[in-house]
């Protein structure tokens, strides 16, 4: 297979600086491009990023010229697709984009779209379906894909998994780490030593994505129809530096034994959408260790894909536990890279 030339925009945040450490390791893919807002366009990427990754800027892409989305539809005939991790006020840009090629984006403002997939590739890649018609609709030639707020990936993956068991009154409750925010998100000052009890709009997100990820194509294939599960959540801002930690709790029914539950979580790889074209991996790893899982453990695992768990508990109908993941690979540019992949595979990117 070949590789796929893509184009990173909003590089140098700290998604877009996600993108690049995990697209330079992965054989599939070609960063064609980089680029980023108007007054860093021309320069070259290593003298103007605030490089937060722990690996050094690739050589390649450090003496790489950035370039302005201004001059995007200069170059796009350069790339089969474009990763985007610009702001929700950049909507516009992606859009305009997609008319040429498939644009994969982190942006919460294509979320709620009817006509757009919003993506965990190994929960519903089904979603696909509405692509055609989004083209259709919108008259593109390419599409656009959204991805998930990171902290609503590790929760809708543990509610799939554990569907059979008809959960409902959900309750989460974040502690989200700091770049979670951006690179200039939050102030030291207010951070350190401290916890902030509200992330704005974060537990909205989370309310309102979930539904939809979990949701069935519509016959016509549409539009998705959202489950009719209800989700109260609470966010909090902690002073890590990386990975969210979740804590949930919900209702189950019937008689479900605690094993019953940690098998399901064990042997879950993946929608039967997923496992068709993919062999998967299970996705939890899970551990009775009494302080299990801590932000730190995912260095520990090398693989930041996983969502880890443990405090797994079954009392009077209730199960609860703690979650793990990262913030940057799991719920941003991992995501969203496995996400093209899927793509790729199934024929929507040529």
Known sequence: MDKMNVAILGSTGIVGQTFIQLLQRNPKFHIEDVYSSGEKAGKAYGDIVNWNMDELVPAEIESMKIKSLEEFMTFRSKYDLVF???PSEAHAAEEKIAEYLPVITKSSYHRHAKDVPLVIPELNIDHHKIIEYQRKKRNYHGFIASEPNCSSVPIALVLDALRYF???????VTMQSISGAGINGVSPLDIMGNLIPNITGEADKIKSEIPKILGRVNELSTEIDQDKMEIWAQCNRIPVLRNHVESLSMKVSGE???EQIREAL?????????TRIRHGNPIFRLSEKPLFPQPRDLIHIKDDMKVLMGQLYLKDGIFSCVCTSSNLIRGAAGNSILHAEILKEEGYIS
């Open 84 to 86: 985007s991790a610009l």
């Open 166 to 172: 008809s959960v409902s009154d959900i309750r989460v």
């Open 256 to 258: 479900i034994s605690p």
């Open 266 to 274: 064990e042997k879950y790889k993946g929608s039967p959408g997923y």
